[in-house]
């Protein structure tokens, strides 16, 4: 009945690439969001109709999704063939959706990196495959205020829903709380560096015991609320990579072009969702393995004539993951803070980072915020620079610092990374 | 025990929210810094409250906040503490908790601490979230500059005869009972719906809060850098003036009639 797009889907697509081509025209940038807004005015249905009786994949989480998303379209690109559509740009609401659906192809898979807040409508109207569902914790606390709110609705909203492959991360007991009542659940054990939102039981409110540092050994309360057997977990390897390993024996290398563990654990969990929807682990690794760069991010380009590591972390989650990426080596780190809208306009965040962890380093704050940084900082006891402009601050860590060999590590939040990636070549 | 100065940082497990456990490393820092010997606890809500100089209480969510406040009436340490001279910073749901009573996420009350004469009701309009900016009136936290901040709660905070309010908010929303108050302070009790965390954008206050808990002078300290963020901070909230929180003082004002 729903086999094929009706024709006000067909006009709304229409719409909306009519409205992402003029908007480029006019110079308003990808003009992405805005022709997706208004193929929802002339068809609010736009995006379940392009996505009926297609194999779609849903990515979401407090962080990894862009990453998580990109992944998964690379290995279901090798392993189906075709081409995949997927929200590339990380614009994760149903505008950004309808756009990249009406720009795509009209068959073929679709992944698309969902914003926590849409996930129980669209797990509801698109009837997806599967869903992979990283982790929660706190983000933008002055639009979201309550994480674990957002929890109890992806749980009502797993609950009852029309059947889906759930690839949850075992080791947040959040996301195991949101996916605990659902019907078919991939418990994959992904680690979670971060664990203040994660302390008190969400069942029962005690406190939740967390056996080691990356969740190998599991997590659990006195109510009986505790990590859930696994799937698949992340090993070590002994040159200091991950393997996948699965309950069912199978053990896979994880290499990859994207640094860090947080990064092997996302594509674990693409792997999974891959699987699911019939491209196996092994060849959804391997296809993994080439994705460069994602969105710009851990792009090494020349800023202000030196080279840089270009890095996005948005909150405490996101900044203890790149700590541990960054921290242990010499190079110098350009911290970016801005405060915009899409950063969130409280970044009293900036205190629940360890930012100590940066003390000897070469460190220049910089960004609209560089003075909350700055002083979080000295109270942090990590000498620093403050320099208000970002590429200013670039070019004054690489001449303090000395050294040409490693590049600039800048790590900045969403509106501080993605302007200097603009200027980055 | 160690000696000097004890400052505990009440269930940062519950009470954490808004990166409020920088405000007993701001007091930690700054009395090291001044040659004082300091120690900071991180006391979990698992376990007992340790006996303390300077508590710090910060921002949860509604569910712990409600466990909070049952552990602490339970666990009695605080109150005991405050009886015994032991000063207290409490912020945003830790300020609600100090008080007399609280709503849950329910809007039924729930009784405080009763550290200081506020109480505490479920708000009938938008969240009150954003820059403030707060010139100090209580006579007991003597002449300090003005307050800058960030605010994000939704109670109404009505402060009693047995504490006078902190400041008068020229930005922002503050206590939110129509009087343009915010905060309330009685003895070495503080409480203010501000966070930043607020002793880094308001170190004066940092240093009221240790001349309480050591007694003694405190030198002056090199403040550039919190000067620099205050004057931007504070140049932010002239920009928009109070005109937008009037007009709201006064709409609350008369939906109250
Ligand atoms: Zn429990």
């Known amino acids: 009945m729903r086999a094929r797009a009706s024709l006000r889907a067909r006009a709304a697509a229409s719409a909306a690439v009519a409205v992402n081509w003029a908007s480029r025209r006019a110079g308003l940038g990808s003009g992405t969001v805005a022709g997706g807004r208004a193929g929802l005015v002339v068809d609010p249905h736009l995006v379940e109709k392009l996505c009926v009786g297609r194999p779609v994949a849903l990515v979401s989480g407090t962080n990894g999704k862009t990453t998580t998303t990109a992944l998964l379209a690379g290995a279901l690109g090798a392993g189906l063939g075709g081409g995949v559509v997927t929200n590339a740009t990380g614009s994760n609401m149903p505008a950004g959706h309808a756009a990249a659906l009406a720009a795509g192809g009209r068959t073929g898979p679709v992944v698309l990196e969902v914003d926590e807040a849409y996930l129980p409508a669209e797990v509801a109207s698109l009837e997806p495959t599967c869903a992979v569902l990283l982790n929660l914790s706190r983000d933008q606390l002055d639009r979201t205020s309550e994480v674990r709110m957002l929890a109890n609705r992806w749980r009502v909203a797993f609950a009852g829903g029309a059947p889906v492959d759930l690839v949850a991360n075992a080791d947040d007991p959040l996301v195991v709380w949101a996916a605990g009542q659902a019907e078919r659940v991939h418990w994959i054990g992904a680690g979670l560096g971060w664990r203040n939102d994660a302390v008190g039981c969400p069942s029962c409110g005690e406190q939740v015991t967390f056996a080691d540092a990356f969740g190998a050994g599991g997590w659990s309360c006195v109510c009986g609320f505790a990590r859930p057997a696994l799937e698949a977990w992340l090993e070590e390897a002994a040159d200091g990579g991950s393997l996948a390993c699965f309950a069912d024996g199978r053990r896979l290398v994880v290499d990859l072009e994207l640094p860090g563990r947080f990064n092997r654990a996302n594509a674990l969990m693409a792997a999974v969702a891959a699987s699911s929807m019939g491209v196996g682990a092994d060849e959804a690794l391997g296809a993994m393995a080439q994705v460069p760069s994602v969105a710009g991010r851990f792009t090494v380009g020349e800023i202000a004539g030196s080279p840089t590591r270009l890095m996005l972390a948005k909150n405490p989650a996101g900044w203890s993951e790149l700590l541990d990426l960054v921290g242990g080596g010499t190079a110098p780190v350009v911290v970016a803070i801005n405060a915009r809208t899409a950063d969130g306009k409280d970044p009293s965040w900036l205190w629940d980072v360890e930012f100590e962890a940066l003390a000897g380093r070469t460190v220049v704050a910089t960004g609209e915020r560089a003075r909350d940084l700055a002083v979080r900082l000295r109270y942090a006891g990590v000498d620093h620079a403050t320099v208000d402009d970002p590429r200013a601050a670039v070019a004054f860590a690489a001449l303090e610092d000395g050294r040409t060999a490693a590049p600039v590590e800048f790590i900045g939040n969403y509106t501080a990374f993605h302007d200097l990636l603009d200027h980055a070549r | ?257």
């Open chain 2, 1 to 257: 025990m160690s000696t000097g100065l004890r400052i505990v940082v009440v269930y940062p497990d519950l009470l954490g929210t808004y990166g409020d456990g920088g405000n007993g490393l701001v007091l930690a820092r700054r009395a090291e810094w001044r040659g004082i010997k300091a120690s900071l606890h991180q006391a979990l809500s698992a376990d007992p409250v340790p006996m303390g100089d300077l508590y710090c209480l910060g921002g949860g969510e509604d569910g712990p906040q409600v466990r909070a406040a049952a552990a602490l009436r339970q666990d009695g340490t605080l109150v005991g503490a405050v009886e015994r001279g032991a000063a207290v910073l409490a912020v945003c749901a830790g300020f609600q908790i100090v008080g007399t009573t609280f709503p849950d996420a329910n809007g039924s009350g729930r009784a405080g601490l009763g550290l200081l004469d506020v109480s505490t009701v479920k708000g009938t309009g938008p969240r009150a979230v954003g820059e403030v900016v707060a010139d100090i009136t209580a006579a007991g936290a003597g002449p300090l500059p003005t307050l800058s901040g960030f605010e994000n709660h939704a109670g109404v905070t009505r402060v009693g005869p047995g504490a006078e309010p902190l400041a008068t908010v020229r930005r922002g929303i503050g206590n939110g009972g129509g009087d343009a108050s915010e905060g309330a302070v009685a003895g070495k009790v503080l409480g203010t719906y501000l966070h930043g965390p607020v002793l880094a954008r308001n170190p004066a206050l940092a240093d009221l809060l240790l001349g309480w808990a050591t007694g003694g002078q405190l030198v002056p300290l090199d403040d550039h850098e919190e000067a620099a963020l205050r004057q931007e901070r504070l140049a932010v909230g002239r920009r928009s003036p109070s005109g937008m929180a009037r007009t709201r003082r006064r709409i609350s004002r008369a939906l109250r009639r």
